[in-house]
């Protein structure tokens, strides 16, 4: 045969040279649970080589991941060489709701927070305006 070798690498290898996951183990652990999908098949294994072309599929902090690998990389290097990995074709996420802002786990409010509350929540005011 003369046919060249596709480049290949280990799918967990690749997701944290990518910077998908702070640690390797992290990414394994992901992998392994069956949480990612290599070309739309799921994937357990994390020995499973990636290689370019292949679309990967996860669930990365409550946000569907897909992206398309453009390269195996040969280290994890610095955010803007591990964005030459890949081609991002995940969907727009979701606006989430915001949180409460009436309680965060600071006590009472002081004078000036609740006055500032008021101004902006007119029933939480104590007298009419008009």
Not at 95 to 111: A, D, V
Request: net charge positive.
């Amino acid at each position: 045969m003369t046919g060249e070798a596709r480049p290949s690498i280990r799918i967990d290898k690749w997701l944290w040279h990518a910077r998908f996951f702070k640690t390797r183990t992290l990414a394994a652990s992901v992998v392994s649970g069956g949480k990612v999908r290599v070309d739309g098949t799921p994937v357990s294994k994390i020995s499973r080589a990636v290689g370019p072309g292949m679309v990967l599929t996860f669930v990365k902090e409550g946000d569907v991941k897909v992206v398309k690998i453009l390269a195996c990389g040969e280290r994890r290097g610095p955010a803007p060489e591990a964005q030459n990995l890949y081609e991002d074709l995940s969907p727009e996420p979701e606006p989430r709701p915001m949180s409460n802002p009436g309680y965060e786990g600071k006590g009472r409010p002081s004078r000036k927070e609740r006055q500032n509350a008021a101004a902006f929540d007119p029933s939480r005011r104590p007298f009419d305006l008009e």
